[in-house]
């Protein structure tokens, strides 16, 4: 994920809780089937380091097999310790250097950069593979505080070779526009895992959306 992508690619988000893995994986695996996924970020939420371990253990490879990059979301340790091929970090999740000495220079990290160019560009000072930026939509995976303009994926796309992620309630009617505007990646959660056809079919729909 470290350059610019020709054209816009869907980052998959998992959901906050995973119930049944084993039946997850499988959804996974159909959901990464069904078209170009770029890249795959575990973020469950309120659980231990060995559910998060076990968990990445299971997808990951199911995520390899598809040629998606997997991330592990704001826990560079156990990206490093599950060798994953990278690590989200939100603005409390630690910084870039030190996860930088953790994960090794062969290794993504992205940085949630809400709706500031200057977090922005001191990610990228530090290091960072990727910033991302958002909610540009209501979100039903997390409350939105921060709600940027798009023109803000335009003028960083154009200022910097650095890609950007746009966050934040996205859904494959919705993402053309932010992949216009400059995103090289949007990010989806519910609109994928929640679509009333299937995560197949979501993620069927954003790359038409996208192509």
Request: proline residues 4%; aromatic residues 6%.
């Amino acid at each position: 994920m470290s350059e610019t992508t020709e054209g816009c690619l869907l980052y998959l988000i998992t959901p906050d809780r995973i119930d049944d893995l084993d039946d997850f994986a499988i959804k996974l695996d159909e959901a990464l089937s069904a078209g170009e996924v770029a890249c795959v970020q575990l973020r469950l939420k309120g659980v231990d380091d060995d559910t998060i371990i076990k968990a990445a253990e299971k997808l990951m490879p199911i995520a390899h097999s598809h040629d998606a990059v997997f991330l592990i979301n704001d826990r560079a340790d156990l990206a490093a310790k599950v060798d994953a091929d990278g690590v989200h970090l939100g603005q409390e999740d630690g910084d870039v250097p030190s996860a930088r000495t953790l994960l090794g220079h062969g290794k993504d990290i992205g940085v949630t950069c809400h709706d500031s160019m200057h977090l922005a560009y001191k990610a990228g000072d530090e290091g960072a593979n990727y910033v991302a930026f958002g909610a540009f939509f209501p979100s039903d995976t997390k409350d939105t505080e921060y709600r940027p303009e798009t023109d803000i994926l335009s003028v960083w796309d154009e200022v910097t070779e650095l890609p950007c992620v746009a966050i934040g309630g996205i859904t494959p009617e919705n993402c053309r526009e932010l992949a216009d505007a400059g995103a090289h990646f949007v990010a989806a959660c519910s609109s994928v895992w929640n679509h009333p056809e299937g995560p197949a079919a979501a993620v069927r729909a954003f790359n038409e959306a996208l192509a």
